[in-house]
């Protein structure tokens, strides 16, 4: 099969093409033809092994000293099962699924093995295999992240990096919550922060909003720290008394198989969409991470495996 290995730590070059052997479901898998996965703000960080400071020796040893353990990166899929081990009993050949491997990784390729029991479901009846795949990351880290804010019915939530794959799923998260929802991006997306149920939006460029007078009971920080968002003392001061300050660089994500079924429902009901920026073919993995790499996506970067 054709897969995409990373070769070392470093630029978008590292990620070579191969030919690998195509695995085999042990007892409880499936294996799953990939149609289609996403290029992560994860993925590339993993890649280029851009963490610094004291962090930095155990993250290298829980990823690989020299280059990631697990070579062939990629965190979600969408694809069809082509064939499934002994005792599982959810899923039949042909099921056509998504799902979210976490840092097992091995996604960017034409096949990958995954437990019945794994975060993976039936993807959602409405939406194609790129559609899919553009899902299970944002959405997931969107939903985790709202729950540890304690989002709650009538909350007043901001959003900041409210355009990319985590900001443009809890916008339409915290709405589903019930949450009046203010987002912070570029003036570039503001329309697309809006079009998605944002019911205010900032141009982060032209307004500080910790030095305005609205107060919210939630902020969440959708960026990872290398994006250099605002300091939480900063953010703190924009709080209700009881406010919440997150951000997606606290702490480890639960990845639990309910969360995917209720986006798969969401997505189901017309309650969450994905948001897709550019698609790539497997081949152009490289030209893809350049693009991710300049932090200026909006929503998912997606990549098609077309045999």
């Given at each position: 099969m054709k897969a995409i290995v990373c070769t070392g730590y470093g630029a978008p070059e590292v990620l070579q093409l191969r030919e690998l052997e195509k695995p085999i479901p042990k007892p409880g898998e499936v294996l799953i033809k990939i149609h289609a996965t996403a290029v992560t703000s994860s993925d590339c960080l993993?890649?280029?092994?851009?963490?610094?400071?004291?962090?930095?020796?155990?993250?290298?040893?829980?990823?690989?000293i020299t280059k990631p353990r697990h070579a062939v990166l990629g965190l979600v899929l969408a694809g069809e099962i082509e064939s499934i081990g002994t005792s599982v009993r959810s899923f039949e050949v042909g099921d056509q699924v998504f799902g979210f491997e976490g840092f097992a990784f091995g996604a960017y390729a034409e096949y990958k093995c995954m437990a019945e029991n794994g975060v993976l479901a039936l993807?959602?009846?409405n939406l194609s295999y790129p559609e899919a795949a553009a899902i299970p990351y944002g959405g997931m880290l969107a939903l985790h992240f709202l729950r540890k804010g304690k989002i709650r019915n009538g909350q007043r939530v901001l959003i900041y990096g409210a355009s990319g794959a985590v900001g443009t799923s809890a916008v339409q998260l915290a709405k589903?919550?019930?949450?009046?929802?203010?987002g912070v991006c570029s003036a570039a997306n503001l329309e697309l922060v809006r079009s998605i149920g944002a019911d205010a939006v900032i141009d982060y460029t032209k307004d500080d909003f910790t030095k305005a007078a609205e107060r919210y009971d939630l902020?969440?920080?959708?960026?990872?720290?290398?994006?250099?968002p605002p300091l939480p003392a900063d953010c703190e001061k924009a709080l209700t008394p009881d406010g919440?300050?997150?951000?997606?660089?606290?702490?480890?994500?639960?990845l639990l198989k309910k969360d995917l079924i209720l986006l798969k429902q969401l997505v189901e009901a017309g309650e969450l969409k994905p948001v897709i920026d550019r698609c790539y073919r497997l081949e152009e993995m490289v030209d893809a991470h350049r693009y991710v790499d300049q932090r200026h996506k909006r929503g998912n970067?997606?990549?098609?495996?077309n045999r």
């Open positions: 993993v890649r280029s092994f851009n963490f610094h400071g004291a962090i930095s020796i155990p993250v290298r040893l829980v990823l690989g993807k959602p009846s589903h919550f019930g949450a009046h929802v203010t902020i969440l920080i959708a960026v990872g720290n290398r994006v250099s919440a300050y997150v951000s997606v660089d606290q702490g480890r994500l639960k970067v997606v990549i098609t495996i």
